[in-house]
Nanobody
Framework: QVQLVESGGGLVQPGGSLRLSCAAS????????MAWFRQAPGKERELVAI???????DYVDSVKGRFTISKDNAKNTVYLQMNSLKPEDTAVYYC?????????WGQGTQVTVSS
């Protein structure tokens, strides 16, 4: 079965950095678009960043210039480099892969930005 396993979350001070990883199995990151979503308490899940099979990327406006999505096809892993973190970035971050109607989700990793 398809598995997406996120890691790299944690507690960081405002202005700090984290790098999230999403290790994929039974789904190729070189073929499918991969995305990072996040969900803060009491809010809907939102798309943060997406990378397509060719490596083209797109971001929600609130993270442009601070976050970078990338992938390593050989490791079948997707990354989210997060810099200049703000308290409002606090959320559970989820990795998603696949295409309609079959999307697959990881279990999520908590990111907390607080002093």
């Amino acid at each position: 079965q398809v598995q997406l396993v996120e890691s790299g979350g944690g507690l960081v001070q405002p202005g700090g950095s984290l790098r999230l990883s999403c290790a994929a199995s039974r789904i190729s990151v070189s073929i499918y678009a991969m995305a990072w979503f996040r969900q803060a308490p009491g809010k809907e899940r939102e798309l943060v960043a997406i990378i397509d099979s060719a490596g083209s990327t797109d971001y929600v406006d609130s993270v442009k210039g601070r976050f970078t999505i990338s992938k390593d096809n050989a490791k079948n892993t997707v990354y989210l480099q997060m810099n200049s973190l703000k308290p409002e970035d606090t959320a559970v971050y989820y990795c998603r892969g696949g295409e309609r109607p079959h999307f697959y989700w990881g279990q999520g990793t908590q990111v907390t930005v607080s002093s």
